[in-house]
């Protein structure tokens, strides 16, 4: 869950670092609102989920919906895409960029498909 919750966080980072870049068009300035709206919500969920977990003898099992597993995938997809394209950045080398592409892909894969 900390790994979900940490890569939403670093979507959220990317957009606010490129802030200036996707205001300069219609469609930057709705996808990087796409994916805040989407990265807070799943976040919001993910904070009720984890106050209904569920304990067992040697496990905690923390339960997120479908509507957090979707807009979660989606934060998660749109700025991969952004990323991997380089129309976002971080703002240091593309080292850096790739390696949280990467990161942001193994994490999205804890997620269910559907």
Do not use: Y
Request: with cysteine.
């Amino acid at each position: 869950m900390g790994r979900l919750v940490a890569s939403l966080a670093q979507a959220a980072r990317c957009v606010s670092l490129n802030h200036e870049q996707l205001a300069a068009s219609q469609d930057g300035k709705w996808r990087a609102v796409g994916v805040l709206d989407d990265a807070s919500n799943a976040l919001t969920l993910i904070g009720e989920a984890l106050e209904r977990h569920h304990t067992g003898p040697q496990e905690v099992a923390i339960l997120l919906n479908d509507e957090c597993t979707m807009l979660a995938r989606r934060a998660l997809t749109k700025t991969l895409r952004s990323l991997r394209s380089r129309n976002w950045t971080f703002g240091h080398e593309p080292e850096l960029d790739t390696a949280v592409a990467e990161r942001m892909e193994t994490d999205l894969t804890l997620l269910p498909e559907r």
